[in-house]
């Protein structure tokens, strides 16, 4: 009997009851010939073992084809199976693996990558240094949204309902980089909401699906020095009042440019598709939010000279 040790094997770790299938339907149309083992409500302990079987039956040519995407809803659990798929992977057992927590490293890296491109196309320069609130950050985008403008040294205010959630959030990133750069802040009222917004260049809307978090009004009164406003959420109401899913830069409000949740749809399923074409390719080698980032980045690259497509690390 002929063996197989080059086909395509993505092994899904999910943490959810259900995985999703709109990864595993991605998969499919970028890899028709490929196969999909699937394992839902994943624990730490579980992943051990199942890595531990993928790595040896097809000998060290098969792990080479053979890749792990871990996925699902809980970002903290997704966190502890990456950590200990590298513990137990050696050579020449080292598997590929994707880490997209239901689709939120995509997501905040095309989100944070927009923001970058329309900036640096208006003319106000790169993100170091610049104010950025993300509103309703405690979310698994909103987290990788600050990570991301962590990275790239912008300072970050980070909202929620409830001033624990947003500080811890806020620390959790802040520890990662040895900085004080994120702070996390309660907003709720009218007044909150303006107060987190009144020194933001840039606005990044994260919360839930279908909720409002920022009325124009408030855009209008607080947001003076806003020059970019994105959001995420494409589920009527939007985060941002009257921010048509569709912009690409255009004027929300004068002088205000804004960034749509299915413009940033559009480049999240760009940079899925080549992270997933990157981590099929490679014979290892950890696929997550600073490959996806840096795959965005590349994607929006404007014409200008002092665009620099690598970034630093945290
Ligand atoms: N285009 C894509 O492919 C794609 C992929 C993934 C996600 N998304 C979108 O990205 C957004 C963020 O996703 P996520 O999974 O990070 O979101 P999430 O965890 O569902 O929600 C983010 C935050 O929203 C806040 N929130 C929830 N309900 C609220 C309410 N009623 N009023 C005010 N705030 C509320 C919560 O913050 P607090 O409780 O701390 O206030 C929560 O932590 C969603 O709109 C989602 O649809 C898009």
């Known amino acids: 009997m002929t063996e197989h040790p080059s086909k395509k094997v993505f092994i899904f770790l999910n943490t959810d009851k259900h995985a999703s299938p709109f990864d595993i339907l991605k998969l499919i149309d970028i890899f028709p010939e490929a196969q999909i083992l699937k394992y839902e409500n994943i624990t730490v302990e579980d992943a051990e073992k199942i890595v531990y ?44 693996v994707i880490v997209d927590p239901n689709g939120a490293y995509t997501t905040a890296s095309a989100a944070v990558a927009k923001t970058l491109e329309i900036s640096l196309k208006k003319k106000l320069g790169n993100l170091e240094g610049k104010n950025v609130t993300i509103l309703a950050g405690t979310g698994p985008v909103g987290k990788t949204a600050a990570t991301l403008y962590a990275m790239e040294k912008a ?19 802040n520890k990662k980089f040895k900085t004080e750069i994120v702070k996390g802040l309660k907003a709720e009222t009218r007044e909150e ?63 205000i440019f804004g960034i749509g949740a299915l413009t940033i749809g559009t480049l999240k399923n760009k940079v899925e598709k080549e992270l997933f074409r990157k981590a099929a390719k490679a014979s290892k080698g950890i696929f997550d939010y600073k490959i996806a980032y840096k795959i965005a980045k590349s994607l929006v690259k404007p014409e200008t000279e002092w665009w620099t497509p690598t970034i630093p690390n945290p």
């Open 193 to 255: 909401i303006g107060n987190a917004i009144k020194n933001a260049e840039i606005i990044l809307s994260t919360g839930a699906a279908g909720v409002q978090l920022l009325p124009l009004k408030i855009l209008e009164e607080y947001g003076e020095r806003c020059r970019i406003v994105a959001d995420v959420n494409a589920i009527p109401p939007l985060g941002v009042e009257g921010l048509d899913v569709n912009a690409d830069g255009s004027e929300l409000l004068p002088n």
């Open 155 to 173: 300072k970050v205010t980070l909202t929620s309902r409830n001033s624990e959630r947003a500080a811890a959030v806020a620390a959790a990133v």
């Open 53 to 96: 079987d993928s790595m040896f039956p097809r000998g060290p040519k098969g792990a080479k084809h053979t890749k792990i995407f871990i996925g699902g809803s809980n970002f903290e659990t997704i966190n502890k199976i990456l950590e200990k798929a590298k513990k137990c992977m050696f050579p020449p057992f080292e598997l590929a």
